[in-house]
């Protein structure tokens, strides 16, 4: 089923689109960054909550279930296949011929896989659900051509100096390595992340030319409508008397030509219409002075977002570099040796 823009004013229908595209991107970092199960269960519920808040849940439930399946599924192959040594042993697979072991550990981290890919996949859904496609071209398309110094100047040291942190929190040893004083290594390292969020900031403020960003527009609002008119057309062969779903390979080819051809000419129509209402308004007529009549904004809730979310990044980082990154693990291994 495809995944559209539905209405509303939730919280997350009132967030900037460049904030929930942070989201998306954060909440993948943080699913490599976190392995612990239960912490990863917390933000998986922590988004569906968000979600049931901003779309009908029985609509978000009936796209999400089929995913269910593949993650229970990639779940297996970590409890099955996942036997560190010294891992603890619970049972055989095939008990006679003694394989495939499962072990405590295996199924810990089966448990977190599951909850690591549905975070980053629902994440996915609530951004295209709760962002209207325009608002999402918008924050990948260049908007205008002044530069801020100041508010340029202010966001490259803020990044750098969350670089700095994520540094140090990540690969202490190899800065513990550095032939120097500790003030020389803070130095190299703050200098070095500092070069790293100019580099990023001035690729992200180039942003899409206009014309990429219309493609884009287009073919957001295109997924919808196309969804919907295969429906109508299947729901129109159906009703001629067409077996959609023939067991016959080749019959089954024959209805999907049937299918195809009607579904082809009405989007090469739609296609022809769409660029002849373009030139009608005269998009091609110099389109770098062109104005937008949509601004985006960011309000004190994105701020807010936002560093929630860096927070549970950086969290997820002290946790592994104190040692206790999968404490859950932890603490069920301590209890069972106990």
């Given at each position: 089923?495809?995944?559209?823009?539905?209405?509303?004013?939730?919280?997350?229908?009132?967030?900037?689109?460049?904030?929930?595209?942070?989201?998306?991107?954060?909440?993948?970092?943080?699913?490599?960054?976190?392995?612990?199960?239960?912490?990863?269960?917390?933000?998986?519920?922590?988004?569906?909550?968000?979600?049931?808040?901003?779309?009908?849940?029985?609509?978000?439930?009936?796209?999400?279930?089929?995913?269910?399946?593949?993650?229970?599924?990639?779940?297996?192959?970590?409890?099955?296949?996942?036997?560190?040594?010294?891992?603890?042993?619970?049972?055989?697979?095939?008990?006679?011929?003694?394989?495939?072991?499962?072990?405590?550990?295996?199924?810990?981290?089966?448990?977190?896989?599951?909850?690591?890919?549905?975070?980053?996949?629902?994440?996915?859904?609530?951004?295209?659900?709760?962002?209207?496609?325009?608002?999402?071209?918008?924050?990948?398309?260049?908007?205008?051509?002044?530069?801020?110094?100041?508010?340029?100047?202010?966001?490259?040291?803020?990044?750098?100096?969350?670089?700095?942190?994520?540094?140090?929190?990540?690969?202490?040893?190899?800065?513990?390595?550095?032939?120097?004083?500790?003030?020389?290594?803070?130095?190299?390292?703050?200098?070095?992340?500092?070069?790293?969020?100019?580099?990023?900031?001035?690729?992200?403020?180039?942003?899409?030319?206009?014309?990429?960003?219309?493609?884009?527009?287009?073919?957001?609002?295109?997924?919808?409508?196309?969804?919907?008119?295969?429906?109508?057309?299947?729901?129109?062969?159906?009703?001629?008397?067409?077996d959609v779903q023939p067991k016959n390979i080749i019959q089954r080819v024959?209805?999907?030509?049937?299918?195809?051809?009607?579904?082809?000419?009405?989007?090469?129509?739609?296609?022809?219409?769409?660029?002849?209402?373009?030139?009608?308004?005269?998009?091609?007529?110099?389109?770098?002075?062109?104005?937008?009549?949509?601004?985006?904004?960011?309000?004190?809730?994105?701020?807010?977002?936002?560093?929630?979310?860096?927070?549970?990044?950086?969290?997820?980082?002290?946790?592994?570099?104190?040692?206790?990154?999968?404490?859950?693990?932890?603490?069920?291994?301590?209890?069972?040796?106990?």
């Amino acid at each position: 089923m495809a995944i559209e823009f539905q209405n509303g004013n939730s919280y997350l229908h009132r967030l900037d689109a460049r904030t929930k595209i942070m989201m998306f991107a954060i909440a993948t970092v943080v699913a490599v960054v976190i392995i612990d199960p239960v912490i990863m269960g917390i933000l998986f519920l922590l988004l569906y909550w968000m979600g049931t808040k901003a779309v009908d849940p029985q609509y978000l439930n009936k796209n999400l279930r089929v995913l269910v399946v593949i993650f229970l599924t990639f779940s297996m192959f970590q409890i099955l296949f996942f036997t560190p040594s010294n891992s603890h042993f619970l049972f055989y697979v095939v008990p006679g011929k003694q394989w495939v072991p499962v072990t405590v550990e295996g199924i810990i981290r089966g448990m977190a896989v599951f909850f690591r890919f549905f975070s980053v996949v629902l994440s996915v859904h609530l951004m295209l659900y709760s962002t209207p496609p325009v608002d999402l071209v918008l924050a990948f398309t260049r908007r205008t051509k002044t530069r801020e110094f100041l508010k340029e100047a202010t966001g490259i040291v803020l990044i750098g100096s969350l670089f700095t942190v994520i540094a140090f929190l990540t690969w202490p040893d190899r800065i513990q390595s550095i032939p120097s004083s500790f003030g020389i290594k803070v130095f190299v390292v703050t200098l070095t992340s500092l070069v790293s969020a100019f580099i990023l900031q001035r690729i992200l403020s180039k942003g899409l030319p206009p014309e990429m960003g219309v493609a884009l527009t287009l073919g957001f609002a295109t997924v919808g409508i196309l969804s919907q008119q295969t429906q109508k057309i299947t729901d129109a062969q159906k009703a001629r008397g067409y077996d959609v779903q023939p067991k016959n390979i080749i019959q089954r080819v024959r209805v999907l030509t049937a299918l195809l051809i009607p579904i082809f000419l009405a989007t090469l129509e739609r296609s022809q219409n769409i660029s002849i209402a373009i030139l009608a308004r005269g998009f091609d007529y110099n389109i770098d002075a062109r104005t937008y009549r949509r601004q985006l904004i960011f309000t004190l809730e994105d701020y807010l977002f936002f560093l929630f979310m860096i927070a549970l990044l950086l969290s997820g980082m002290a946790l592994n570099y104190f040692g206790i990154g999968n404490i859950t693990e932890q603490l069920i291994l301590t209890w069972i040796g106990n």
